[in-house]
């Protein structure tokens, strides 16, 4: 009776360790412990660089510069320079420096010479700083310079001859001045009006 119940409590131990063994050999395959080179980690997302806005560069407003005409050159100084010049009422800018300082905000007048229908333009604006610099530099690559115009650097003056008109143009402080005329042959026709203009003008 004892060696028969020895048998019927070993068997089932046995059997368990048969099922054991085959659970062992069948998770070989797929139950290893992964390698930790071999562990793909899940892709991160890339951060993309911040975008910087760089400040953009506000363009100077205008200055506008307004004169009256009879301010600019008074009658008595255009007589002085020539009695046959009076007002232009239908007058234009047509010089093409002239007509950049109307487009600067600047003012333009004109006046007629009653006998020989010649113009004297005159225009007067303050520019930006930049634009007063390009306009200074373009003048003295394409024109001579005139020192009895002023002395340098408070004055800048020059002259040049083309199309028959001569035309002046002079830097001073904020001013820039353009008188152009078919009358104008040198840069000495231009003198005293180049004067009367700036002694005319506001103090800067």
């Known amino acids: 009776m004892l ?3 020895r048998l ?3 068997r089932p131990a046995a059997v368990a360790l048969v099922v054991a063994a085959s ?3 069948l998770s070989g395959c797929t139950g290893a412990a992964p390698d930790p080179e071999k562990t793909t980690a899940p892709p991160q997302a890339s951060e993309s ?3 910087t806005t760089e400040p953009s560069e506000t363009a100077e407003p205008l200055v506008p510069f307004a004169i009256e005409c009879d301010a600019l050159l008074t009658p008595d100084q255009v007589y002085a320079f020539n009695p046959n010049f009076g007002a232009a009422p239908d007058f234009a800018p047509s010089g093409e420096q002239v007509v950049a300082i109307v ?3 600047g003012t333009a007048c004109g006046w007629l010479n009653q006998t020989s229908g010649e113009v004297i333009e005159i225009g007067v604006a303050t520019p930006t700083e930049a634009a007063l610099l390009a306009h200074q530099s ?3 690559m394409n024109s001579t310079p005139v020192p009895t115009y002023g002395t340098p650097p408070e004055l800048e003056g020059y002259f040049t001859q083309a199309d028959g008109s001569g035309e002046a143009q002079i830097f001073s402080g904020p001013y820039w001045i353009v ?5 104008l042959f040198e840069p000495g026709d231009a003198g005293k009006l180049v004067a009367d203009v700036l002694g005319n003008l506001p103090a800067a």
């Open 3 to 5: 060696r028969s119940s």
């Open 8 to 10: 019927s409590r070993t």
């Open 23 to 25: 659970v062992m050999a």
């Open 49 to 51: 660089p911040t975008a």
């Open 103 to 105: 487009d600067e905000a």
């Open 138 to 140: 373009d003048a003295a």
């Open 179 to 183: 008188i152009r005329s078919a009358a």
